[in-house]
Nanobody, 129 residues
Framework: QAQVAESGGGLVQAGGSLRLSCTAA????????MAWFRQAPGKEREGVAC????????YYTDSVSGRFTISRDNAKNTMYLQMNSLEPEDTAVYYC??????????????????????WGKGTLVTISS
């Protein structure tokens, strides 16, 4: 069964770094645009970043631009989110998602969620102050 799954979450002190991974299984990974979302406790889900199938184009929400970097390795069927200069406000469950359409993917990141072809179950990132 096709799916995407996140890993790499954990507890980090403010100012630290963390790298999340999203690995795809049973789908042709390099056909898909990929995205990261997050949902903080008591808040709505928000889009974080997205990347085209070939990794050549990326988009970031303002709150993470300059601190987070999205990338992918199609040979490993894996997408990454390198998070630097982490702040307590970055505490959230982080989700990855995949969609065949870059247009839809970017729209969903701007919207903070919505229908996409595949969603992971999330990984918890906690930033201590």
């Amino acid at each position: 069964q096709a799916q995407v799954a996140e890993s790499g979450g954990g507890l980090v002190q403010a100012g630290g770094s963390l790298r999340l991974s999203c690995t795809a299984a049973e789908l042709k990974f390099d056909d898909y645009a990929m995205a990261w979302f997050r949902q903080a406790p008591g808040k709505e889900r928000e889009g974080v970043a997205c990347i085209t199938w070939d990794g050549k184009t990326t988009y970031y929400t303002d709150s993470v631009s300059g601190r987070f970097t999205i990338s992918r390795d199609n040979a490993k069927n894996t997408m990454y989110l390198q998070m630097n200069s982490l702040e307590p406000e970055d505490t959230a469950v982080y989700y990855c998602a995949a969609d065949l359409s870059w247009t839809i993917t970017k729209l969903r990141v701007r919207q903070g969620g919505g229908d996409m072809d595949y969603w992971g179950k999330g990984t918890l990132v906690t930033i201590s102050s």
